[in-house]
């Protein structure tokens, strides 16, 4: 069992700046693959970044490559999305998953995901 909790978001002016941060509880949270999804009013949850298991590989969606980073940090059960250079566009709910290990890849389907934080509101004003 995995508990994901997210926090870091809020307002903030295009351009700008915002780290997004994903505690996770849990012994055998070092073998889970972490995501970040993003759900706007009236459209589908979508994967704005993905880590596999180890950190060693990442995936963006091309709309936020070059502007988010993704890390996870393993001593400290936490996953991070650095947001920079934010748009207008990028305003959703944002949510932390983890899926339960079957490889070393990262997923970037919402059907992969087992768990999942409630969610923190990012706002971009233009």
């Known amino acids: 069992q995995v508990r994901l909790v997210e926090s870091g978001g809020g307002l903030v002016q295009a351009g700008g700046s915002l780290r997004l941060f994903c505690a996770a509880s849990g012994r055998t949270f070092g073998t889970y693959a972490m995501g970040w999804f993003r759900q706007a009013p009236g459209k589908e949850r979508e994967c704005v970044a993905a880590?596999?298991?180890?950190?060693?590989?990442?995936y963006y969606a091309d709309s936020v490559k070059g502007r988010f980073t993704i890390a996870k940090d393993m001593a400290k059960n936490t996953v991070y999305l650095q947001m920079d250079s934010l748009k207008p566009e990028d305003t959703a709910v944002y949510y932390c998953?983890?899926?339960?290990?079957?490889?070393?890849?990262?997923?970037?389907?919402?059907?992969?995901?087992?768990?999942w934080g409630q969610g923190t509101q990012v706002t971009v004003s233009s």
């Open positions: 998953a983890a899926a339960p290990p079957r490889d070393s890849s990262y997923y970037t389907e919402v059907d992969e995901y087992t768990y």
């Open positions: 880590v596999n298991w180890n950190a060693g590989s990442t």
